[in-house]
């Protein structure tokens, strides 16, 4: 779960949550049965408003993309070993997002219509 807190006013929100989806939007099964966004710990918030996070939880490690309110997805999985993403940022120019993988020690630099999809 991410949450915001409101220090002036004192208060807290849930923004966004992280169900386990057994099924796709077209009622078919996933492609991936482990999709149990389980423990976020890295968050940037994108150009748009909305949420980039890395997860370190049990099972397969995503860079996931949440709208407050809204649905969550994932962005990349890693395919190489069982490390963990971190450190997600953006591109001045919100075009490059860039994202850490501890081991092997890896920086990725992914493209996309960021904007188109985040936005």
């Given at each position: ?16 949550y992280f169900p386990h989806q057994t099924q796709s939007e077209e009622g078919t099964a996933v492609k ?88």
């Open positions: 779960m991410v949450w915001f807190y409101d220090y002036k006013a004192q208060t807290i929100q849930l923004v966004t991936y049965n482990d999709l149990t966004f389980d423990g976020p710990d890295n968050v940037t918030v994108t150009p748009w408003g909305s949420l980039v996070l890395a997860e370190d939880g049990s099972g397969a490690s995503h860079v996931l993309s949440a709208i407050p309110g809204g649905p969550t997805y994932a962005i990349a999985r890693n395919q190489l070993n069982d490390s963990e993403f971190c450190g997600p940022t953006f591109s001045a120019d919100g075009k490059m997002l860039f994202v850490n993988m501890q081991d092997p020690g890896l920086t990725l630099a992914i493209t996309g219509p960021w904007e188109k999809y985040l936005g």
